[in-house]
């Protein structure tokens, strides 16, 4: 418990202690009549060395960057019979898509963009974006990559 106390506060600590040595300085050089000579000027030296140090530590504190590293952990399903593919005929039927659509998300999956899928498929690219909006709403997605993720994960596509 001590050690994690220490290390949570040791700003603190090290701000005190700094600060009871600075104390026992200046109580030294009063008994030694520095501080009766120039007592402005030492308080004044003093204080702006505090706020300067306070102030390249506050700068240094706030200018580093906030960088969070996140773990996403996702189950891959693996074939069970290596790589023979057996499409899912219920989860196409409940979706409702027709075969040109199938194509469209199985062109989708291979990385193609929709003006090589037009391309592959000979028709114009105003007709697989319509193909591509009506395979999000029937899929319930808003993205490609989920488009293609639901696909593999209903088997609906390789």
Same mark, same amino acid.
């Given at each position: 418990?001590?050690?994690?106390?220490?290390?949570?506060?040791? !700003?603190?600590?090290? &701000?005190?202690?700094?600060?009871?040595?600075?104390?026992?300085?200046?109580?030294?050089?009063?008994?030694?009549?520095? /501080? +009766?000579?120039?007592?402005?000027?030492? &308080? /004044?030296?003093?204080?702006?060395?505090?706020?300067?140090?306070?102030?390249?530590?506050?700068?240094?504190?706030? $200018?580093?960057?906030?960088?969070?590293? +996140?773990?996403?952990?996702?189950?891959?399903?693996?074939?069970?019979?290596?790589? $023979?593919?057996?499409?899912?005929?219920?989860?196409?039927?409940?979706?409702?898509?027709?075969?040109?659509?199938?194509?469209?998300?199985?062109?989708?999956?291979?990385?193609?963009?929709?003006?090589? /899928?037009?391309?592959?498929?000979?028709? $114009?690219?105003?007709? +697989?974006? #319509? !193909?591509?909006?009506?395979?999000?709403?029937?899929?319930?997605?808003?993205?490609? #990559?989920?488009?293609?993720?639901?696909?593999?994960?209903?088997? +609906?596509?390789?």
């Amino acid at each position: 418990m001590v050690p994690g106390f220490l290390s949570k506060n040791k !700003h603190i600590i090290l &701000y005190g202690l700094s600060l009871a040595i600075l104390l026992f300085l200046l109580k030294w050089l009063e008994l030694r009549l520095m /501080i +009766i000579n120039h007592a402005l000027e030492l &308080y /004044i030296g003093a204080i702006a060395l505090l706020f300067t140090l306070l102030g390249i530590w506050l700068a240094l504190r706030l $200018s580093r960057p906030k960088v969070r590293t +996140i773990v996403v952990e996702k189950e891959v399903l693996v074939q069970p019979n290596g790589n $023979s593919f057996q499409l899912n005929e219920k989860e196409l039927a409940r979706l409702a898509i027709s075969n040109r659509e199938l194509e469209v998300l199985q062109l989708m999956a291979e990385g193609l963009s929709n003006q090589e /899928i037009a391309a592959r498929l000979f028709v $114009s690219l105003s007709t +697989i974006k #319509t !193909h591509t909006s009506r395979l999000f709403e029937k899929m319930d997605v808003k993205r490609r #990559t989920q488009a293609v993720e639901m696909g593999k994960r209903l088997r +609906i596509i390789p």
